[in-house]
């Protein structure tokens, strides 16, 4: 029997690769089940201990669970993360309005530079309603790689900040001031601490601005973050939360989402004041016990949830993004195969294996699938991962493109069910055929995709259609550049990746 630490460590695995340890399934108080064991920090903050004293206001052990009495949580968002950086690297784009989504006739928007958002442009608007909106606007398909790379620049000067990080997304995260090593917690201390927080992620990403929020708990901070963006600093002094909270529309609490909101509504309840004005019993009964409760909590600003740095291991997966749209079935099959292979190997190495397998699809126009399948026993086994995923693959429909492609192994047990039969030799796995998507990229020219011309060096691609694509030759450090158009299958132009760099 093999034993593992039965811990991922959820870090990236380099250019395009991600794995992802988390999923926490919810508490019956609504809250997730990991964050459940604290010791407290000094200034009230919490810290997150796997073994440590259960929380309740009882105190049994001498702990009391308590609402901080410092802001000592932060939440930075930056500022239209993925229409930022494409302003950053394409310098005609600066102070223009940017949507990047789909692009096709299907496509969503994922997000809006704020230049956008005056035309009322926002996310998950399609991108036929953007364009009559907003009709000058720089339509861009994404490029991740270039997202994933300034998420990683960003989420590394937290973690110098402070060891208590929480990402939240690409462009988002907690930080415990309580661990962060300042003199003091005062509104002061940390409201310098934000403004330089601020300059350190902007220098590093090359000018992406962020946005800062400080309170007493998470829910503070991140609807802190909301109330100055973009570029703001907003730090809620301890004592006025339920101040700030009280006007504002019952839709600012984490988890009360159109269904509820619409409930509450029915009952009269508009804003978190005519909330707090709500009992218990009553909010339970209107929208359910485990909601209820953790309504009437947040209705008082009253939260107590941890920052949590790492979160246990539920399953060990790898994605890749692709700039270009893939729609080469024969290349997706490779490259889950080989995905399927790196998931493989990180299970085994941590001694663990598990029963679901999963792939994660990113569709051309930003709608991400996934599908799932449980074997009758875990596996560890490459090529049962890969025969898996490329069932799982073969059953949906990706003729328009696909972005993103993970493989994910769930369900893990931190033994191999095949060692206690003694079957532990690889399996045959499928040779290996040479991979290159470069003449599937060539095909199409995605706007916004990064290119390299053999005479004009780097561009992008401003537009293409009628066997003609249009460049615009600028970089993120040169002046706004020049634009040229070539045939689609001119052999001086070629789609130009990081790794080239
Ligand atoms: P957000 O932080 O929600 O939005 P934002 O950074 O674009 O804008 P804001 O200034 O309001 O924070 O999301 C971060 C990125 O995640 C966003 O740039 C694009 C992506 N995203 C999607 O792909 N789909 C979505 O529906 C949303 C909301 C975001
Ligand atoms: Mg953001
Ligand atoms: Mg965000």
């Known amino acids: 029997m093999r034993r593992g630490p039965g811990r991922w460590p959820g870090r990236g ?38 073994g440590g004293p259960l929380p309740g206001r009882v105190g049994g052990s001498g702990y009391v669970r308590e609402v901080r009495t410092h802001a000592s949580v932060l939440h930075l968002d930056l500022d239209a993360f993925f229409a930022a950086v494409e302003q950053r690297d394409k310098p005609s784009l600066r102070g223009r309005p940017v949507v990047v989504g789909g692009v096709g006739g299907r496509g969503v928007v994922a997000t809006a530079s704020y230049e956008a958002r005056r035309y009322g442009v926002r996310s998950a608007m399609t991108t036929r309603e953007a364009r009559s909106r907003c009709p000058h606007a720089a339509f861009l398909t994404g ?123 029915r009952a009269g309840v508009h804003t978190v004041a005519d909330l707090e004005s709500v009992g218990a019993e009553e909010l339970v009964r209107l929208v359910g016990k ?3 409760n953790g309504l009437y909590r947040l209705a008082r600003a009253d939260d107590d949830r941890a920052v949590v740095p790492e979160r246990e291991a539920k399953s060990v997966s790898v994605e890749g993004t692709h700039d270009t749209d893939l729609t080469d079935r024969t290349i997706m099959a490779h490259l889950l195969t080989r995905q399927a292979g790196e998931v493989a190997t990180r299970l085994r190495k941590h001694g663990l294996s598990g029963r679901t397998i999963s792939i994660k699809v990113r569709l051309h126009d930003f709608t991400t699938l996934s599908r799932s399948s449980t074997l009758a026993s875990p596996t560890d086994q490459a090529a049962v991962v890969a025969r898996t995923a490329r069932g799982l693959l073969s059953d949906l429909d990706t003729s ?86 070539y045939a689609v299958d001119d052999p001086r132009l070629t789609p130009f990746t990081l790794e080239q760099t």
């Open 13 to 50: 695995l380099g250019v395009g690769l991600l794995v992802m340890a988390r999923t926490l399934p919810a508490g019956t108080d609504g809250w997730p089940v990991g964050e459940q064991r604290l010791w407290s920090t000094p200034y009230g903050g919490v810290l997150c201990m796997p």
């Open 143 to 265: 490029r991740f790689t270039a997202y994933r790379e300034a998420s990683v620049v960003v989420m590394r000067i937290l973690r110098a900040a402070s060891p208590l990080v929480e990402p939240l997304s690409l462009d988002e995260a907690f930080l415990d001031l309580g661990a962060a090593g300042l003199g003091d917690l005062e509104v002061d201390t940390v409201t310098a601490f934000g403004h330089e927080l601020r300059e350190r992620v902007c220098a590093a990403t090359g000018g992406l601005t962020a946005s800062v929020g400080i309170g007493t708990s998470k829910f503070i901070a991140k609807v802190a973050s909301d109330l100055d963006k973009p570029d703001g600093l907003v730090v809620v002094p301890p004592g006025t939360e339920q101040q700030l909270l009280r006007p504002m529309h019952v839709s600012v609490i984490p988890g009360v989402g159109p269904a509820t909101a619409e409930r509450l509504r």
């Open 290 to 292: 485990a909601h209820g």
């Open 400 to 485: 328009g493109g696909v972005r993103l492609l993970g493989v994910g192994v769930s369900g893990l047990a931190d033994w191999v069910q095949e060692d206690l039969f003694g079957e532990t030799e690889e399996l045959d796995e499928e040779p290996e055929t040479p991979l290159d998507p470069a003449p599937e990229a060539r095909r199409s020219w995605a706007p916004g995709m990064d290119v390299v011309h053999e005479d004009l060096g780097r561009g992008w691609v401003w537009g293409s259609g009628r066997g003609v694509v249009t460049v615009r030759f600028e970089t993120a450090q040169s002046a706004s550049g020049p634009v040229r158009s």
